[in-house]
């Protein structure tokens, strides 16, 4: 966000006079042109954040190119919060990626048709009531499992061609079974660990289903954890991690030791559709290039905040009017044609300067 600020002048201008909330800037600046921007800020303006991130969403499924900087950007935009109020309940609130979103739905479905089984004639609560129940159950029952490759407890269904699998950039099939479509890149480290079946379409229409099998098996997981204890990329901690082929199956990768290694969900996701590569070096380690070619260093330098960082904070917001009236939206109710808007985006960038 803050490398596309400045190279747009004028939406930067309002966010620093405090007109845009800082989720309108993030949004509009995934797509923000010269020749766009103008349009963008006046509808960030009028509409609200919601509207805004479905404007976005609308122009970008128009571009199959921009899906996999779509797929880098929902994995940074994933989070959540837990907080206890004052009466002692526990608020939850958040943003999942799709694949995220689509495991915990499944596995509180498959919680709340438990219970409706288990009630029979009996009344149910309200649906988000239901809903409440279940995610403690989920949570109630993974305190009491093993280690999750054990094991499908649950399963997120996705649907990819093996051409696609093979080549992110061929045509073909790349979704979630009964959800939204995702990037061939975001279907191939989903495909790096994990259960796979295997379809097969006869002539006439006919399916033959293959076995399931596990790419990579508890034995080999075993060993990457001894080896690598955690995700290998520099500087991260994290030790729940996926293992991730160096060359993948579907192209003719080896599912070995030596052509695997462990990522968390945040550096795959940077593999994978990020464009980042990872290589082995000489010395058995990982090298972590960047999409332009560049090395990443083990350990990058430490930002320094300055000798007075409280006094340049304050001296960075004294152009700042802040008002009862800031960020509000003056959208009056009126319908939002989010097709409209975002083919007049696209003839605007079509348009010659």
């Known amino acids: 966000m803050a490398r596309a600020l400045t190279g747009l002048p004028e939406i930067s201008a309002a966010f620093g006079r ?16 010269p020749e766009t921007e103008a349009d963008l800020l006046a509808m ?12 976005v969403r609308a122009y970008r499924r128009a571009d199959p190119a921009a899906e996999s900087a779509t797929a880098v950007a929902q994995q940074e935009a994933r989070w959540l919060g837990l907080r206890w109020t004052d009466d002692g309940m526990l608020a939850v609130d958040g ?72 080549d992110p950039a061929a045509d073909g099939r790349s979704e979630l079974e009964g959800g939204p479509g995702v990037s061939a890149e975001a279907s191939q480290r989903l495909a790096c660990d994990c259960s796979v079946v295997e379809l097969r ?18 034995p080999l997981r075993r060993a990457l954890r001894a080896r690598d204890g955690g995700c290998v990329f520099p500087g991260c901690t994290n030790r729940r991690c996926d293992g991730h082929h160096v060359e993948h199956w579907a192209a003719g990768g080896a599912t070995t030791l030596d052509n695997t290694c462990l990522l968390c969900d945040r550096h795959h996701t940077l593999v ?36 007075e960082p409280v006094a340049n904070l304050l001296a960075a917001q004294a152009d700042l009017h802040v008002t009862p009236d800031s960020l509000l939206p003056t959208w009056d109710g009126t319908p939002v044609d989010y097709v409209w808007g975002a083919r007049a985006l696209r003839r605007l960038e079509a348009s010659p300067p």
Do not use: C, N
């Not at 379409?201 to 508890?218: D, Q, W």
């Not at 350990?299 to 000798?307: A, H, I, N």
């Open 95 to 166: 943003r999942l990626t799709p694949e995220q979103g689509a495991l915990l739905e499944r596995a509180l479905e498959v919680v709340m048709r438990e219970r409706e089984r288990e009630a029979g004639d009996e009344v149910l609560p309200p649906v988000s009531q239901r809903l409440a129940d279940a995610l403690t159950q989920v949570a109630d029952r993974s305190l009491g499992q093993g280690d999750r490759t054990g094991g499908d407890r649950t399963q997120v269904v996705v649907h990819v061609d093996a051409e696609v699998l093979a």
């Open 272 to 307: 994978h559709e990020g464009g980042w590569r990872v290589v082995r070096r000489a010395d058995g380690g990982w090298q972590f290039l960047r999409p332009d070619g560049r090395a990443l260093d083990p350990s990058p330098p430490q930002p320094r905040p300055g000798e």
């Open 18 to 33: 405090g007109e845009l909330s800082y989720s309108k800037v993030r949004a509009i600046t995934r797509i923000a042109r």
């Open 201 to 218: 379409h006869g002539p006439g229409g006919e399916v033959e289903a293959g076995r399931k099998t596990r790419v990579i098996s508890a």
């Open 44 to 55: 960030a303006r009028e509409g609200t954040t919601a509207h805004v991130e479905r404007l």
